[in-house]
């Protein structure tokens, strides 16, 4: 029987995978010798019966180790499990190199209503992440930030996602930490922080799944030799008020000026900022924080990182949005609890910010602009919301509108970070 037939068997009646099993089964299908349909099989049969922690780890490596491997143990990384608004990495990550921690980051683009760190890089004019190897460490010493699109790492979970992606296997815990982890093992960084998202705009729903996710990334990169913390963030609301490529990085640059910014953008981005340094061992890393970002020295480091990305640093002053534009009315009166995450997300996507079908080009000056906050008092008719770009508008403006939660009395905001381990 071949190893992938013996692998199926195994598992559809809920046994443990050995690991030379799941090597053999993982190099297999990435060298393109075992057929989608036996692939999706063994993937379903995950899915139902589960994976114990030894199977999951094995997994993990293999995948790992399915192609080139990078090194950067000095460097700090971190990782979200996907959002809505989230811009997490664009204004944490410039504030921790700027106190002494760098940063060798590899990211991916969007994938359905969560917004992806290349998208929003490339809305800067010029900017590339398409980085050699030799450049993206040339980088990470000479700017001490560098974010490259991940290419030939972990090639085995590229092709096992996209099959999950079409089998309805994406959402099995095990398949979702040995995938992430494998490319976070792969580029190599030597401290990772885990930002797990909750709520309605991300994977993980309720606080449980998502501390069940946490304790599982870190547990696995510990396992592979990474010092890892995880936090749990609120996503039931999106991040900030931007939701949206260009819309995102102004964001960004505001809070990166010292400006004032969205209250959860300033404390997710500043926890996750000392989070790093902490992992990092940088000393007293919240004054380290609150130095870079009033010394303008994070909004430096992000300018200097834009120019060696091949960015127009002049253009960051007033990046393009689409002209295309239309205000959302309040449905109702009273004060603005939230707006629902999953329900902006649709509407970005929609309007042009993500991708409805694998490859579609992104407009990068699309989206949606919060412009009330929880907490605010509105009236029936008063403007809540501001929509960029021309697809599918009217949708969008629904969305955005049934988004909209409002409670007869003023509701405290929910809490930006929820748990940390
Ligand atoms: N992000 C990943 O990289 N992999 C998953 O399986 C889910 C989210």
Not at 46 to 74: C, N, Q
Not at 131 to 160: H, N, S
Not at 270 to 279: F, H, I, S
Not at 318 to 337: D, H, I, M, N
Request: net charge negative; hydrophobic share 40%; proline share 6%.
């Amino acid at each position: 029987m071949s190893d992938i037939l013996e692998a199926i068997e195994i598992k559809k009646r809920g046994g443990e995978l050995p690991e030379h099993l799941i090597h053999s089964v993982v190099s297999g299908y990435t060298a393109g010798e075992i057929p989608d349909y036996q692939m999706s099989a063994l993937l379903m049969a995950i899915f139902i019966r589960g994976m114990g922690y030894a199977e999951t780890l094995a997994l993990t490596r293999a995948m790992a180790d399915s192609g080139k491997r990078y090194s950067f143990p000095g460097c700090v990384d971190k990782h979200s499990t996907g959002g809505v608004g989230d811009k997490v990495s664009l204004t944490a990550l410039p504030l921790a190199a700027a106190c002494g921690a760098p940063v060798a980051k590899l990211s991916g683009r969007g994938l359905g209503i969560t917004g992806g760190t290349i998208d929003k890089l490339e809305s800067i004019p010029g900017l590339s992440c398409a980085l050699t190897e030799e450049r993206f460490r040339r980088q990470v010493e000479e700017v001490g930030l560098a974010i490259a699109e991940a290419g030939e790492l972990a090639p085995a979970d590229k092709a096992i996602y996209a099959l999950r992606d079409a089998t309805g296997t994406v959402d099995s815990l095990p398949l979702i930490g040995s995938s992430i982890v494998s490319k976070k093992a792969a580029t190599g960084a030597g401290h990772l922080l885990y930002d797990v998202k909750c709520g309605s705009g991300a994977f993980m729903r309720t606080p449980e799944e998502a501390r069940e996710l946490a304790r599982l990334l870190v547990r696995l990169s510990g396992d592979l030799g990474i010092r890892a913390a995880a936090m749990i963030t609120d996503m039931s609301h999106p991040l900030g008020r931007a939701v949206g490529n260009a819309l995102e990085v102004r964001e960004s640059l505001g809070f990166l000026r010292g400006e004032e910014a969205p209250e959860d953008l300033e404390t997710v981005a500043r926890a996750v900022a000392v989070r790093l340094l902490e992992l990092k061992g940088v000393p007293e890393p919240e004054r380290a924080v609150g130095r870079a970002l009033s010394s303008g020295a994070a909004y430096e480091l992000f300018v200097r990182f834009v120019r060696a990305q091949g960015g127009d640093a002049e253009a960051l002053e007033e990046l393009p949005l689409s002209p295309k534009t239309r205000e959302v009315l309040s449905p109702g009166e009273g004060y603005v609890r939230s707006f629902d995450a999953l329900g902006v997300g649709r509407a970005a996507l929609l309007l042009g910010a993500g991708r409805r079908k694998k490859g579609e080009p992104v407009d990068p000056g699309a989206g949606v602009e919060l412009l009330v906050r929880p907490g605010d008092r509105v009236e029936r008719g008063q403007p809540v919301a501001r929509l960029y770009g021309g697809r599918d508008v009217e949708r969008a403006a629904g969305l955005v509108s049934g988004a909209l939660r409002l409670s007869p009395e003023p509701a405290p905001p929910p809490p930006a970070i929820l748990d940390s381990l």
